[in-house]
């Protein structure tokens, strides 16, 4: 099993719509999560923290469940900018060493 | 620049041929990544260097791969004998972070490899 394993999409919406994308992890990745953007041939930048209460920061909303082992994030009134691969990522417990899920592809259609 | 810095930003190399990719880090980051990334695809993890030691250097896919980190700073990742399934995107990051500190990655704009 991968450490942090992704849907790997592509997930199509219209503009304004609710979307969200789950991820899972494995004990060896448990430390922290965060969600990272990364646009078309272009390098990954952080999106987010996820904190263990949940957290959003303004139409991004990101919840860690650890019994169930998965964090997600849901985007609120989708806009065309939010078309992206939105990856997810785990700290290892062991080395701190950042785990990057595959990616999920979002594209929002007018 | 303030960001992180990566050279070339293009080669083109013929199969067999050595490469070096280089990258200047932030400023007084002691973590160092590099990963690589294909066309369409996540960002396979190579090695993780906190100050001058790589305590995982799980990623690397053959020995023909090695990449080492002085003073704490610049690192060189080399690829000897290059293969076309080499050719790839090669992304460095680096952090602040050790374990338990903040998530943020900076990362530079990559070095994007063609071996024919």
């Known amino acids: 099993r991968k450490e942090v394993e992704q849907d790997p999409g592509p997930f199509n919406v219209p503009e304004g719509a609710t979307v969200a994308f789950n991820c899972t992890y494995s004990n060896s990745a448990s430390q922290s999560f965060f969600w990272y953007r990364q646009d078309c041939r272009k390098e990954p930048k952080l999106l987010m923290s996820v904190y263990s209460s949940g957290n959003e920061d303004g139409r991004f909303t990101a919840q860690l469940n650890r019994a169930s082992q998965y964090i997600s994030l849901l985007i609120r009134d989708s806009k065309l900018s939010d078309s992206a691969t939105y990856l997810c990522v785990g700290r290892s417990s062991n080395t701190g060493k950042l785990i990057f899920g595959q990616g999920t592809t979002l594209q929002v259609k007018p | 620049g303030a960001g992180v810095s990566q050279s070339p930003s293009n080669k083109v190399t013929e199969k067999g041929k050595d490469v070096e990719l280089r990258c200047d880090p932030i400023?007084?980051?002691?973590?160092l990544y590099w990963y690589r990334q294909s066309l369409g695809q996540g960002l396979e993890f190579l090695i993780y260097?906190?100050?001058?030691?790589?305590?995982?250097k799980s990623g690397l896919p053959s020995d023909r791969f090695s990449a080492e980190r002085t003073g704490g700073s610049v690192s060189t990742l080399t690829i000897q004998r290059t293969q076309q399934e080499d050719s790839a995107v090669y992304l460095c990051?680096?952090?602040?972070?050790?374990?338990?500190?903040?998530?943020?990655?900076?990362f530079g704009e990559g070095s994007r490899l063609t071996v024919l």
């Open positions: 260097f906190q100050g001058n030691s790589a305590p995982d």
């Open positions: 990051a680096s952090s602040f972070a050790v374990a338990g500190g903040p998530g943020e990655l900076f």
């Open positions: 400023s007084g980051h002691t973590a």
